[in-house]
């Protein structure tokens, strides 16, 4: 089944831009404007009624919740809250009448995803899952939903069905968007976007070999930081989970301007930080973040859109991911955490296919 892979994780990486695609096809209007699912169960006046959306997951999917809170209430506009499964079914928390319950889970069999997810029905949301697995409890037991089709990820470290997820959020958003205040020609220009996907993964995934080699320089650190604002910070949680489950490397992930409020204490020689860097309105910003690191001697690997102008020499290694429209930036920004993660674990002799401590699919509390 591997073919020419080494791990379920390398052929997972390798083949997003087929699972982003397939996770797209038919799902795009004939005029090219939005996005269109079969199986919501609610019509358009329905969604139009609803005035909050309540994500519900746990992990990799919890990160994938997070984007999509910045992405629904950018590009639609309604109010986003994200909460962990496992805190949400034991909370009680007091629930507009009109929020819409969305669980997001790669499996559809995590068992605290699907508790919330009971808890939820129970108090009379209506209830939707993203989900990879045909005919999953989650998928069962939810009033409406959006099944993937990134196709059956092996790799413990989920890595296709994460991105898949973001681009069905963000196909969401666009949906939410264009029954709302998204016009005509935004819609046009975000299928534009969604559809070069495929392509522009491919692109990056060429990128293996140098993110690789600067990979290998970094394996023996024992700590690392993933930094990251706006659409980055999720893809900077994420990049530190990925890290931690695989190689075992202490890691965590900041909203790069958190820094200053604890975790620049920790920056030294042997701490480095991966930046998250996009072009754009916050792109200074995040350039001030990177000199504060660098003035405290810590390493920086950079993974930049092409449109950000670095200064030449401030950070230690630079991967560039193709220029894009904001809506994609976290799935391009996330094949080159992936093959980071993927590369120091090989490095240092780990079984990234089967981590440590660690099952697929986490059925008991
Ligand atoms: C991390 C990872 C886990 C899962 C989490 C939820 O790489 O795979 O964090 O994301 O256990 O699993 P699902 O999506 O199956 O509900």
């Keep these: ?49 609803i005035d909050r959306i309540l994500f519900l997951a746990c992990g990799t999917a919890w990160h994938s919740c997070l984007v999509a809170e910045y992405l629904i209430e ?58 990879n697995s045909v005919g999953s409890t989650i998928a069962r037991e939810s009033d409406g939903g959006i099944y993937q089709h990134a196709g059956p990820e092996i790799g413990v470290a989920s890595t296709k069905a994460f991105t898949s997820q973001i681009m069905i959020c963000a196909m969401l958003a666009l949906y939410l968007g264009r029954l709302r205040d998204l ?67 202490h890691a965590e992930g900041y909203p790069a301007a958190e820094m200053k409020h604890g975790p620049i204490a920790l920056i030294c020689e042997e701490c480095p930080s991966v930046f998250l860097a996009t072009s754009g309105e916050i792109f200074q910003k995040s350039l001030a973040n990177v000199q504060e690191v660098k003035a405290r001697k810590g390493k ?41 993660s993927y590369h120091v674990a090989l490095a240092r002799g780990c079984d990234v296919d089967k981590p440590r401590n660690l099952a697929k699919s986490v059925t008991v509390e």
């Design 1 to 49: 089944e591997l073919g020419s892979y080494s791990h379920f994780m390398e052929k997972e990486i390798f083949e997003q831009p087929n699972s982003l695609m397939n996770g797209m096809r038919g799902r795009f209007s004939d005029d090219g404007s939005t996005a269109v699912f079969g199986g919501l169960n609610l019509t358009p006046q329905e969604l139009r009624q």
């Design 183 to 249: 016009s005509y020609g935004d819609g046009v220009d975000i299928v534009k976007a969604l559809k070069q996907v495929p392509e522009q993964v491919h692109a990056i995934l060429k990128q293996n070999e140098k993110i690789e080699a600067i990979a290998k320089k970094y394996a023996r650190y024992e700590d690392c930081l993933f930094l990251g604002r706006q659409l980055m910070f999720p893809i900077a949680l994420e990049g530190a989970l990925k890290l931690k489950e695989i190689s075992y490397i």
């Design 300 to 340: 920086v690997i950079c993974i930049a859109t092409a449109g950000c102008d670095l200064p030449e020499g401030l950070v230690d290694d630079i991967v560039i991911v193709p220029e894009c429209h904001e809506i994609v930036q976290p799935i391009l920004m996330s094949i080159p955490i992936q093959l980071f």
């Design 74 to 131: 950018r590009f639609a506009r309604i109010p986003v809250e994200v909460e962990y499964a496992s805190e949400f079914r034991y909370r009680n928390s007091p629930l507009d009448k009109n929020t819409l319950v969305i669980a997001i889970s790669q499996s559809g069999e995590t068992i605290d995803t699907l508790g919330a997810l009971r808890e939820a029905k129970r108090k009379g949301y209506r209830t939707l899952a993203i989900n």
